[in-house]
């Protein structure tokens, strides 16, 4: 049960405190550590301070008790501890955890990184004798912080080409394009309309029916990879089976095919063609995203955007040098358990990021399947880069300021074509609040080790984009309940435009 419960119940039964400052709890505190970043605490509160909270709360409630027989207030105070024992039990037990954890948290110096494990409904307050409960937390774990300053650090360096942006245009444009029936041969940039079932041996593991793929390089999904996917369609037209072999990943969500090989048939139902639209004035005069006045602003946007990317780029190689030095004797080893819970954490933190750096929801949904298909190493690195990340935020008391906040907001909004304040909203809605407050914090860490950082330019060269992504997994199986990052569309990918009116 999360602390804030507490509260709540706190401030739901009443303040039963003096308003005096409170006088602390003798606890008796026993921290054992199964691993680095698990700690299982046994917290013991002497029957002293338990019978002071009874009398606290006894004493705040004399003046008002109602017993009766006796006007409000006049009762003795043997009858009012006799009829309000159990309530007042009750409070004294939200109020004895919250404080006793309060103060645990403070002497021992714990970096919790999830809410303790323990059900507070479940402690009781015993009548006689000192009260005991014990709990579990995840901590970060404790280490030295190697030396960060002027570091050495590679940054890639890049101007956009006339070819980048036409990439670019034609991944902006697809929603807006139209597909139309083609009689000849698959080729490279074509959609073909397939049945897709995955074997193993005789046994169907899944069959995902009718789907729409356009014939790229690679072809990605939840729990796999596959490459020369266009090679495989090519010349292929409509009652073609195509069938390659290929390995599923090893954090599959089903753990009975992880990490083995099956067969993978693609039939082909229909080949159609892509057209993308014309950039009429009226077209480009109506996208949600602009208006744009003419093809050269909407190039100029998209450059911009890609200047974006390429800052991504550069922060995301800084960041993985930096962490890399930094993480040298970062050998802890990460409960599986835990891993399993933050790798969402890390699958909606990374969406974002890249979101409000200004890419595409097909690269966004290429990530996520690359992040899924190797859960738990993407999240330990992810887990180490972040601990060390917030202890030198913690050490140079960099904090997310409500500006931060608002710039990355503004950010998103722009990507998805929105209003700040319902993206902000729709952030609070789905919890990703502490998801955006991490982003800050470690972007703002790595901008500081930069500031204090040497560099060598070397060149950048672009992923290959020829990559499409299906939100599909082909291990069978009950599928893990990931939630998957919300994309807006496709067409709402350009910063808005700062002269619109």
Same mark, same amino acid.
């Given at each position: ?241 195509r069938t390659v072999k290929v390995k599923l990943s090893k954090d599959a969500t089903n753990e009975e ?9 693609f039939e082909i139902l229909d080949v159609k063609k892509f057209e993308l639209p014309e950039l009429s004035h009226e077209f480009l005069g109506r ?63 990374? #969406?974002?990021? /890249?979101?409000? $750096? *200004?890419?595409?929801? +097909?690269? @966004?949904?290429?990530? !996520? ?99 499409? #992504?299906?939100? /599909?997994?082909? $291990? *069978?199986?009950?599928? +893990?309940? @990931?939630?998957?990052? !919300? ?15």
């Amino acid at each position: 049960m999360a602390l804030e419960e507490i509260e709540n119940a706190d401030e739901l039964e009443g303040d039963v405190a003096s308003s005096e400052e409170k006088q602390p709890l003798n606890l008796k505190v026993e921290v054992a550590s199964p691993s680095a970043c698990q700690r299982h605490i046994t917290v013991t509160i002497p029957r002293e301070d338990i019978d002071r909270y009874y009398d606290d709360a006894y004493s705040e409630m004399m003046g008002t008790a109602a017993v009766p027989g006796f006007r409000a207030g006049r009762a003795p105070r043997k009858l009012v501890e006799a009829r309000y024992r159990k309530d007042v039990g009750d409070q004294i037990k939200s109020k004895l955890l919250l404080d006793s954890m309060s103060q645990v948290n403070e002497s021992q110096k714990l970096a919790a990184i999830s809410e303790p494990d323990f059900d507070p409904a479940a402690i009781e307050v015993p009548t006689e004798g000192p009260m005991t409960f014990e709990f579990d937390l995840e901590v970060r774990p404790d280490f030295e912080l190697p030396d960060w300053k002027g570091l050495s650090i590679d940054r890639p360096q890049r101007e956009s080409t006339k070819e980048d942006v036409d990439q670019y245009l034609s991944r902006l444009l697809a929603p807006y394009g139209k597909l139309v029936p083609y009689e000849g041969p698959v080729k490279t940039g074509d959609h073909v309309t397939v049945n897709i079932v995955a074997r193993k041996g005789d046994e169907e593991l899944v069959r995902h029916e009718e789907q729409s793929v356009p014939v790229a390089a690679t072809l990605s999904f939840r729990d796999v990879v596959l490459e020369k996917f266009d090679k495989l369609m090519k010349d292929g037209k409509a009652g073609d089976r195509r069938t390659v072999k290929v390995k599923l990943s090893k954090d599959a969500t089903n753990e009975e095919t992880r990490g083995k090989e099956i067969e993978v048939e693609f039939e082909i139902l229909d080949v159609k063609k892509f057209e993308l639209p014309e950039l009429s004035h009226e077209f480009l005069g109506r996208l949600p995203y602009g208006p744009f006045e003419d093809e050269s602003k909407l190039r100029e946007a998209i450059e911009t955007n890609l200047t974006r990317q390429l800052n991504y780029h550069q922060q995301q190689e800084a960041r993985r040098q930096i962490t890399k030095l930094l993480t040298e004797a970062a050998s802890w080893e990460l409960p599986p358990e835990m891993l399993k819970r933050q790798s969402e954490r890390e699958l909606q933190r990374s #969406a974002m990021e /890249l979101r409000r $750096s *200004g890419f595409s929801d +097909a690269d @966004i949904r290429a990530h !996520e399947n690359q992040l899924r298909q190797n859960s738990q190493a993407e999240t330990a690195r992810a887990l180490r880069e972040h601990f060390i990340l917030e202890r030198i935020a913690e050490e140079e008391k960099i904090e997310a300021e409500a500006a931060d906040y608002n710039e990355e907001v503004r950010l998103i909004a722009a990507q998805n074509g929105e209003s700040p304040r319902r993206i902000r909203a729709q952030l609070e809605k789905r919890g990703q609040m502490d998801a955006l407050h991490n982003q800050i914090i470690e972007r703002k860490v790595i901008e500081r080790v930069l500031a204090q950082a040497k560099f060598k330019d070397v060149p950048y060269n672009p992923p290959d984009h020829r990559v499409e #992504a299906l939100d /599909l997994a082909l $291990s *069978g199986g009950v599928e +893990a309940e @990931i939630p998957d990052a !919300e994309h807006g569309d496709e067409s709402r990918r350009l910063p808005q435009q700062k002269d619109r009116s």
